[in-house]
Nanobody
Framework: QVQLVESGGGLVQAGDSLRLSCAAS????????MGWFRQAPGKEREFVAA??????VYGDAVTGRFAISRDNTKNTVYLQMNILKPEDTAVYYC??????????????????WGQGTQVTVSS
């Protein structure tokens, strides 16, 4: 049974940093693409970042501020978020799928999801 558990969310001020973690179980972690998406109230789920092997890709809104990484020894993917802005406020979700050739940006291509962690950035 695949399980993804996010942690690290919270309430911070604009300009602060946070690091989210997503621990995976029930998967052969090093053969999975891992992604982060977010959803703000009243908005669609948005691609944030993803990692295939050790190569990260990022959404336009977070490029240069966020960094995704993975530790295959711990079955964990991280999202380091720097220079946070109020518009980064959302529930952040971890997603996983067996590695394939499809784009990393499409939420519907991921078969496994965590429960989400709230990130709130005050101005």
């Amino acid at each position: 049974q695949v399980q993804l558990v996010e942690s690290g969310g919270g309430l911070v001020q604009a300009g602060d940093s946070l690091r989210l973690s997503c621990a995976a179980s029930g998967v052969t972690f090093n053969s999975y693409d891992m992604g982060w998406f977010r959803q703000a109230p009243g908005k669609e789920r948005e691609f944030v970042a993803a990692v295939r092997w050790n190569v990260g890709v990022y959404g336009d809104a977070v490029t240069g501020r966020f960094a995704i990484s993975r530790d295959n020894t711990k079955n964990t993917v991280y999202l380091q978020m720097n220079i946070l802005k109020p518009e980064d406020t959302a529930v952040y979700y971890c997603a996983a799928r067996p590695r394939n050739g499809l784009t990393l940006l499409e939420a519907r291509s991921y078969g496994y999801w965590g429960q989400g962690t709230q990130v709130t950035v005050s101005s």
